[in-house]
Structure formats: structure tokens, C-alpha cells
């Protein structure tokens, strides 16, 4: 039997809007966002003019909003948000594409620029793998630091290749909306740009 897998992004392929800036605001009280938000500005004005990258601007984000906070509090937060906000979220054509590969055997992987926190919830409930940005704890606190690169563009092929023996398989598909998706789009036999609605 041929073995065939399946990479989705996550971010407005499975979803019908970006999750990780929901997340930030479901994650953090409103004092702390309108303070820690309004030092963030100049970034997001730079990153937007494409003067930072967005590996650049994630780890900035991330450094402000969340060094300091235990983990356990972060994971409880990830199970809240994808309890009461992700529902909401998520495209049925995608969940139905998921379900079809499972249900033909085929390996799946969600390959996200997002944080694990609420991902790992959602590939839990679909039972499929998850390679995504990682953030760093020390002695359970988060240091607001990445404990990988941002998952994006050529780094999503680079971990791909850590995590999975491509060898292994036949046949392969990938699902992605962005520019960060590119480089995984390219790798694949078959590929699917932009294709839930």
C-alpha cells in the first residue's frame, strides 16, 4: 500500500482569520495590551513597511506580551481559547479535507507559524501531528523567547524534514494561503493554494 501525507497550514487555511492575534488578545488582560501594545506600535509599523521580517516581529511580540508568565498559565489559556474561540474559527471544507486524508490513510501534519499552546489542542481533537513555533519556559516560566525558529517559509520545509522521513512516502499534499507557505507548497506532489472558502 502507498503511503501518502498531507501538510495544512493553519492561519487562514483551516481558519477563516488569523488566530494568533486573537489569541494575544484573549490572553492578556486590556491594561496590559493597551500598555504593552502601544510600545509594540513602532514594530508593527516597521514590519509592515517590510523593514523588519516577520520572524523578527513575532519574537518581539512575544518578548513583551508574555516573558514572565508560568506556562501552566499559558497552557490553561491555549485550552480556553480553543475551547471557546477556535470553534468559530475553522473552515468545515478543511475539516473535511483532514477527515478524507485520514480517512484514506494518508498521514497529516498541521505546519503552523502559530504557537503551540492552542494548536496542540486542535491536532489533539483531529489526531494529526503538529510541527509549529515553539516558545521557551525555564523552571516553568516562560522567558518570552522562541525555543525555535518562526515556522514560516523555508523554515517550515527545514522542520518538515526534521520531524518526517519524506522517503518514506509516495505521495504528498500541501495546503496553504500566504507567502509563508511557499516553500512547503513547492516541496509537495501535489499542492493547493487558497483552496477553502
Not at 475551547?83 to 468545515?92: D, I
Request: hydrophobic share 40%; net charge neutral.
Amino acid at each position: 500500500m502507498e503511503k501518502k501525507i498531507a501538510f495544512f497550514d493553519f492561519d487562514g487555511t483551516i481558519t477563516k482569520a488569523d488566530s494568533f492575534f486573537r489569541f494575544v488578545i484573549f490572553a492578556t488582560s486590556w491594561k496590559d495590551l493597551v500598555f504593552k501594545g502601544v510600545s509594540l506600535v513602532p514594530m508593527l509599523v516597521q514590519y509592515k513597511l517590510k523593514f523588519i521580517s516577520n520572524h523578527v516581529a513575532k519574537a518581539t511580540a512575544l518578548r513583551k506580551l508574555f516573558k514572565g508568565i508560568p506556562e501552566k498559565e499559558l497552557d490553561r489559556l491555549g485550552q480556553e481559547f480553543f475551547k471557546l474561540r477556535v470553534p468559530a474559527l475553522l473552515k468545515q471544507s478543511a475539516l473535511d479535507k483532514i477527515q478524507w486524508h485520514k480517512d484514506e490513510g494518508h498521514t497529516v501534519y498541521l505546519v503552523s507559524a502559530s504557537v503551540n499552546y492552542w494548536l496542540q489542542e486542535f491536532t489533539k481533537s483531529q489526531g494529526i501531528g503538529l510541527i509549529c513555533t515553539t516558545m521557551e519556559s525555564k523552571d516553568g516560566i516562560m522567558t518570552g523567547e522562541q525555543s525555535s525558529k518562526n515556522c514560516y517559509g523555508a523554515e517550515k520545509v527545514r522542520r518538515i524534514k526534521e520531524v518526517v522521513d519524506l522517503s518514506e512516502f509516495s505521495y504528498s499534499y500541501a495546503y496553504g494561503d500566504t507567502r509563508g507557505d511557499k516553500e512547503m507548497l513547492e516541496m509537495v506532489d501535489e499542492d493547493y493554494y487558497c483552496y477553502f472558502h
